[in-house]
């Protein structure tokens, strides 16, 4: 299968009720051929009426923080665990999470990535180990699957606290020390 043809297998999905109250399904976004995997929780309400992740006030942040250890949506991927909207931006229940793992594990077979981040505390339960705590355990690495993965705070989280943006930066520079260990020429050969 194809990401094309996994997307659109993704767009047609009735698995949960989510399916009922979106607007569109948010697949994800960036370069197939890129090492580097984020994964959040679910789409909130800019990025269900744009059907593109990260496009609100927290994908602005975002993209801010990629800034920083120059990354950008056009050389890392970013995706979530379920790709429809929650009403009213609440967590993802488990069975809308089972219902969306397999796009996200076939998405990650596909890019083939070496380091994937969790954005918040959702995907990296979901991802990283169920007992992972966020405040404790943000900017640790754990490899799976031949995957270096980490967590680091939600963006939103980081909107409403800003008192965990200088932990936020310490992560961001421990990621792009790992970029430069395990993909020892991404930076030299990104394109603008």
Known sequence: MTM???????????QCNLSETRNHVVFGVGPEETPILFVGEGPGQQEDLQGEPFVGPAGKLLDDMLSIIDLSRHN????????????????????EQQACICYLRKQTLLLKPRILVCLGRIAATRLIDEQLRITRDHGKWFQKGGIWMMALYHPSALLRDVTKRPDTFRDLK???????????????????
């Open 4 to 14: 094309d043809q996994l997307r659109q297998t993704c767009l047609d999905c009735r």
């Open 76 to 95: 890392c991927y970013i995706t979530n665990i379920v790709k429809c909207r929650p009403p009213r931006n609440r967590d993802p229940l488990e069975t």
């Open 174 to 192: 421990g990621l792009q020390a790992k970029i430069r260990e395990v993909c020892p020429d991404f930076y030299d050969t990104m394109t603008p």
